[in-house]
Nanobody
């Protein structure tokens, strides 16, 4: 069974920084794209950033320049470094990964980690 476990959320003041981590565990062959999503209070879940297995990245426009996604393939872990945080960044942040346990990929999700930015 494949699991994604996030960590690193918490309460931070506006302008501060946080680093989220998401580690994959279990039995699998490889991990393809890894993504961070977030869902703010009363809002739909939105894509924050994507990183491919080769390290190519893509960001939502509102996160460009403030968030950095990275991954350590040896540790099966993806990170999200967030800086210059704003109250509107308050959300539950979810890790998502396309994981191959066989021929068919498995779309795995973490349980989410709360990020609260106070003004």
């Amino acid at each position: 069974q494949v699991q994604l476990v996030e960590s690193g959320g918490g309460l931070v003041q506006a302008g501060g920084s946080l680093r989220l981590s998401c580690a994959a565990s279990g039995s699998f062959l490889s991990i393809n794209d890894m993504r961070w999503y977030r869902q703010g209070p009363g809002k739909q879940r939105e894509l924050v950033a994507t990183i491919t297995s080769s390290g190519n990245t893509n960001y939502a426009d509102s996160m460009k320049g403030r968030f950095i996604i990275s991954r350590d393939n040896a540790k099966n872990t993806v990170y999200l470094q967030m800086k210059s945080l704003k109250p509107e960044d308050t959300a539950v942040y979810y890790c998502n990964a396309l994981i191959f346990t066989g021929v068919i990929p498995h779309d795995a999700w973490g349980q989410g980690t709360q990020v609260t930015v106070s003004s």
